[in-house]
């Protein structure tokens, strides 16, 4: 198994940058500066922070991204923390061979302090915040050039991001626990060397300041490239840090803002593979990979751990493409266009009809056959049931050219937090018919959001568990919501029941178990005096906690 331990790097270490003369010449006069100065003062510090900007986008899918000096294939970004947090979750798994760079999400053994997968995860956040940092900082926050607020503003809503991707895996959820230490904040004159745990509370606080800051400026930007912020994508953020705090209404409200000039994919877009490209119009953000970048990246892309279409990808070479779990999977009407995304127990998809495996321009499988296809020089293997088809090549099924991009908000989340919102705000009615619109229109013709039995909070958690399979959420729900982690149920044997998870995968874990709680990795606690470690709970055993339920699987 790849459980690499990480050697100690110093984090987040300060950028520099060469002084540019036009700054250096500037004269104030009175203690202000004119029309023209402030303009080329604009100019002068928009030379300097261009880099810096730049940096701070790129970073985002970017392969060796924390180490450098070597082609770990499980570094590249946060899509890989994305992969992470789905494999940790109940409803998606690799294999348990000895190949998956993963494996360590998957059996939980991530807590280790000393490990790269959590580390990568750590640092990749905080590398960006201090790029974002760097740049509120160069050109300042009471600017009143339109451009270079729009660079502010820009900043702090991914520095808001970055915040939400560490705080809901370092403690529980804002319910239970917003008075409790969660994860450190990175101020202005802050002692790097001594900077404790902010609360949760004090976190999202943050966030919801630099959220508010970027929408109230972003008001007319337009940016250049979906992999941009603009003023849908802070909203979009707004509203899954209100979701995580349980501000319901405000959550709705900020989702119905986000989606605005959006339309979900429809049946006929979803019912073959997708979800590989930026310009897809239900996309309100995506981390943009180019052909260039695909091809000398290697393993370290998205396509290559989680398309079966790659004919150059660690996935299929090893077996570890992503397979729904049984249980989730069994719950999905066959009249859902989503039950396609994966192969069924006869490894059939209908979202494979008319898909053609090229290699070297010769057509070597169609449809169905590409699940039993094997290539001659290994990089293909048969795939096993229950696999997903659910992303595409944007290069096409069989290239070699890993350049898919990598979805980080689509419309359909938005419409999903919509509905939660005005759930839990008091509005079921409401609730029910944006759910059941989203459904009936987009997926299932045929959806009844009374037929599963379920109530309709389990059944709007169930539709994003469907939806947005493998995409980074299934942690941060499942602890918001205080449910367990499931991952197989008992027969009426009172054995496990037959499932697709591998046994050193197949656990159940309780809502409060404090292992859940993410480590800080042992750099971060040998140079910061004040972060006192999470600890509790233990490593998970096949088979454990056969009782738990979660209100969805059952």
Not at 76 to 98: Q, V
Not at 220 to 232: A, C, I, P, Q, Y
Not at 401 to 412: F, H, S
Not at 448 to 457: E, H, I, K, T, V
Request: aromatic share 10%.
């Amino acid at each position: 198994m790849k459980l690499y331990k990480i050697s100690l790097l110093t984090l987040g270490a300060a950028l520099t940058f060469t002084a540019c003369d036009g700054m250096d010449d500037m004269v104030y006069e009175g203690g202000s500066l004119t029309t023209e100065q402030m303009n080329e003062t604009v100019a002068a510090v928009s030379e300097r922070v261009d880099a810096t900007f730049s940096g701070m986008y790129n970073m985002m899918g970017e392969a060796s991204s924390v180490f450098t000096s070597s082609s770990r294939a499980d570094d590249f970004g946060f899509i890989m923390a994305a992969i992470s947090l789905s494999l940790e979750g109940g409803d998606a798994f690799g294999a348990d061979n000895g190949y998956n760079w993963f494996s360590t999400a998957s059996e939980l053994s991530d807590r280790n302090p000393d490990y790269a997968n959590p580390y990568i995860r750590y640092k990749v956040p905080y590398n960006q915040l201090g790029m974002a940092n760097d740049v509120i900082n160069q050109i300042g926050e009471d600017t009143e050039v339109k451009e270079a607020q729009y660079k502010v503003a820009q900043a702090k809503a991914l520095r808001a991001f970055d915040y939400l991707s560490l705080a809901p895996y370092f403690q529980g959820s804002y319910e239970t626990c917003k008075d409790k230490p969660c994860i450190p904040v990175l101020t202005a004159g802050v002692d790097y060397a001594n900077n404790p745990r902010a609360t949760v509370a004090e976190v999202y606080e943050v966030i919801l300041q630099d959220l508010t800051w970027a929408i109230e400026h972003l008001e007319g930007f337009k940016r250049t490239s979906k992999h941009m912020v603009d003023l849908n994508v802070a909203y979009g953020l707004r509203a899954r840090a209100n979701l995580y705090m349980g501000n319901w209404a405000e959550a709705a409200a900020d989702a119905a803002k986000a989606m605005e000039g959006y339309t979900p994919a429809a049946i006929n877009e979803v019912n073959k593979p997708a979800f590989c490209r930026i310009d897809e119009h239900n996309w309100i953000w995506g981390i943009l990979i180019t052909e260039d970048m695909g091809s000398s990246y290697g393993y370290r892309t998205s396509a290559s751990w989680t398309s079966a279409f790659t004919g150059n990808g660690y996935g299929p070479a090893t077996d570890n493409v992503p397979q729904i779990n049984k249980i989730l999977y069994d719950k999905i009407p066959s009249t859902d266009v989503r039950k396609g995304w994966w192969l069924d127990e006869n490894l059939h998809s209908p979202n494979l009809e008319g898909v053609q495996w090229i290699t070297d321009g010769v057509v070597m499988a169609e449809g169905d056959a590409i699940a039993t296809y094997q290539d001659a020089n290994g990089d293909k293997g048969p795939y096993a049931p229950y696999t997903n088809v659910k992303f595409g090549m944007k290069t096409g099924a069989g290239s070699v050219t890993n350049a898919n991009d990598w979805p980080l908000m689509r419309v359909e989340e938005m419409i999903l937090i919509q509905a939660e919102g005005l759930l839990k705000s008091g509005d079921e009615a409401q609730a029910r018919t944006v759910l059941e619109n989203f459904v009936k229109t987009y997926r299932d013709p045929s959806y009844n959001s009374n037929a599963s039995g379920r109530s309709l909070a389990d059944e709007i958690w169930f539709q994003r568990r469907v939806e947005l399979w493998m995409e980074g959420f299934s942690v941060v729900d499942t602890r918001r919501l205080n449910k367990p982690f499931v991952r197989f149920h008992l027969g009426a044997d009172g054995k496990p029941a037959p499932t697709n998870v591998p046994a050193a995968f197949m656990f159940n874990i309780k809502a409060d178990d404090p292992w859940l709680n993410m480590r800080f990795p042992t750099t971060e606690t040998d140079t910061n005096a004040g972060i006192v470690n999470n600890e509790g709970g233990s490593q998970p055993v096949s088979e454990q906690n056969p009782e738990l339920k979660d209100g969805v699987t059952d």
